[in-house]
T-cell receptor, first 111, second 113 residues
């Protein structure tokens, strides 16, 4: 069983709508959590990084939250655009620097 | 845009062939990584390097080998390709230090017939 579980597996929304992607992890001890955006045929690009003490972090229309007690994170996308269509990957780093990747949520934004 | 490059982007090759996937970065990063990613699945670390002449195996067992003769170059070689090697291979690099951002290349999509 993967130590980083993401949901939903895929999501289709209309342009301009908001959405929230979930990430639950069992990785311990925890160092930090990142959300990456991976466009089709490209490598992942880092969106946000959060450490144990951070609850929320924003990057433009992307807002990530972290609850280290329940080991849950979410990525909220506001006013979605067609260019937001991509896979969003949650990555949790352990204290020993090992990184655990989620399988990603495939988001499709339709006009 | 990260300055990390992978070639070829796509490769279709027959079973038994030897192949080398190239990865180069111009950011002067000491750390470099190779990941394998199947469609809809998570990335798995197969090799990493902390610097020149340093290579380590990752979490996922792989029949590939790597070398790090120069800081900027981290090629991955398969001596005898098999259909089970069909996958996407992503190269990444990061600066020294804990928790630094990894910058990914565009990936090589490999199909072994």
């Amino acid at each position: 069983k993967n130590q980083v579980e993401q949901s939903p597996q895929s999501l289709i929304i209309l342009e301009g709508k908001n959405c929230t992607l979930q990430c639950n992890y069992t990785v311990s001890p925890f160092s930090n959590l990142r959300w990456y955006k991976q466009d089709t045929g490209r490598g992942p690009v880092s969106l946000t990084i959060m450490t144990f003490s951070e609850n929320t972090k924003s990057n433009g229309r992307y807002t990530a939250t972290l609850d280290a007690d329940t080991k849950q994170s979410s990525l909220h996308i506001t006013a979605s655009q067609l260019s937001d269509s991509a896979s969003y990957i949650c990555v949790v780093r352990e204290n020993n620097n090992d990184m655990r990747f989620g399988a990603g949520t495939r988001l499709t934004v339709k006009p | 845009e990260a300055d990390i490059y992978q070639t070829p982007r796509y490769l279709v090759i027959g079973t038994g062939k030897k192949i080398t996937l190239e990865c180069s970065q111009t950011m002067g990063h000491d750390k470099m990584y190779w990941y394998q990613q199947d469609p809809g699945m998570e990335l798995h670390l197969i090799h990493y390097s902390y610097g020149v002449n340093s290579t380590e195996k990752g979490d996922l067992s792989s029949e590939s080998t790597v070398s790090r003769i120069r800081t900027e170059h981290f090629p991955l070689t398969l001596e005898s390709a098999r259909p089970s090697h069909t996958s996407q291979y992503l190269c990444a690099s990061s600066p020294q230090g804990a928790g630094k951002t990894q910058y990914f290349g565009p990936g090589t999509r490999l199909l072994v017939l």
